[in-house]
């Protein structure tokens, strides 16, 4: 009995020994995760930090100088003798147009006000909109099935979070296809249902290798982005590709 005693003690040690390693090591690798994770959430904040100074600085700010030039001309020529009169301002108008389209193009990009105003459908609509205007690439937009969010105008004050994971992952998408995939054409369904909601973006580019992107360390940042926003929302992210075609589809529960 002394000896079985001890063999059961022993058993028990060695079990709570490597439960307890195991435990270290899976802590360890969650500590390194996180840390990852946060460095990620550094740098990205970072980048948009420094898009949205250069298209300050790019785009509006060369644009109000140039209007402030062509105002200081107006006004020299209303108080200066002799000089031409002012007779139209269309141009300084135009400029000042040009200007205010800027500013709610960055505010777009920032938070769409589409979203919260309109809902997620319309929201999303929108975006493709511009994105094919912008870039050139055929882009067709969907929805079908059973969209919750309505917006303001149904009695929704704000985006659920879930919506706005969804139109964040269409943004990372497209840009990844305007970037990458030297695409002619995209399509974006919306499909959802009382149980879970999907998100798919199709496109015809050039495709890539799955696997390599997934490992390197600073390649295919805006795709760990989309899993991430899609596994927080506790859904699930399915990637196919090839030379050709290109599928990407988030689903989550909709509740």
């Known amino acids: 009995m002394r ?37 990620r959430i550094v740098t990205s904040q970072e980048e948009e930090r420094a898009r949205v100074s250069r298209e300050l600085h790019d785009g509006l700010s ?6 402030k030039y062509q105002f200081e001309l107006v006004e020299h020529r209303l108080v200066t003798p002799g000089a031409t009169p002012v007779r139209s301002m269309s141009r300084e108008l135009a400029g000042l147009g040009s200007a205010i389209a800027e500013v709610r193009r960055i505010s777009h990009a920032l938070r769409p006000s589409a979203l919260d105003d309109l809902g997620l459908a319309s929201a999303l609509e ?8 912008r870039t050139g690439i055929r882009a067709v937009f969907r929805a079908k ?20 994971t969804l139109f964040r992952i269409a943004q990372e998408a497209l840009a990844n296809v305007e970037r990458h995939s030297s695409a002619r054409s995209v399509e974006i369904l919306l499909a959802g249902n009382r149980r879970r909601i999907g998100l798919s973006i199709v496109d015809d580019g050039v495709g890539f290798e799955i696997a ?6 600073h390649e295919g940042i805006g795709l760990r982005n989309i899993r991430e926003r899609i596994e927080h929302a506790r859904g699930k992210l399915f990637i196919e590709s090839s030379p050709g075609r290109t599928e990407l589809r988030a689903i989550a529960p909709a509740a």
């Not at 060369?62 to 209007?67: A, N």
């Not at 099935?145 to 706005?164: C, K, M």
């Open 62 to 67: 060369q644009l109000l100088v140039s209007l």
């Open 212 to 217: 390599r992107i997934e490992r390197g360390r």
């Open 145 to 164: 099935g059973r969209i919750p969010w309505g917006g303001r105008g149904e009695g929704q004050r704000e985006s659920d979070p879930l919506a706005v």
């Open 3 to 39: 000896i079985l005693a001890a063999v059961a003690v022993l058993s028990v040690l060695v079990v709570s020994a490597g439960g307890l390693t195991l435990s270290l090591r899976d802590h360890r690798i969650a500590d390194g995760r996180l840390r990852e994770l946060a460095q």
């Open 126 to 133: 929108q975006s493709v909109k511009e994105f094919s205007a």
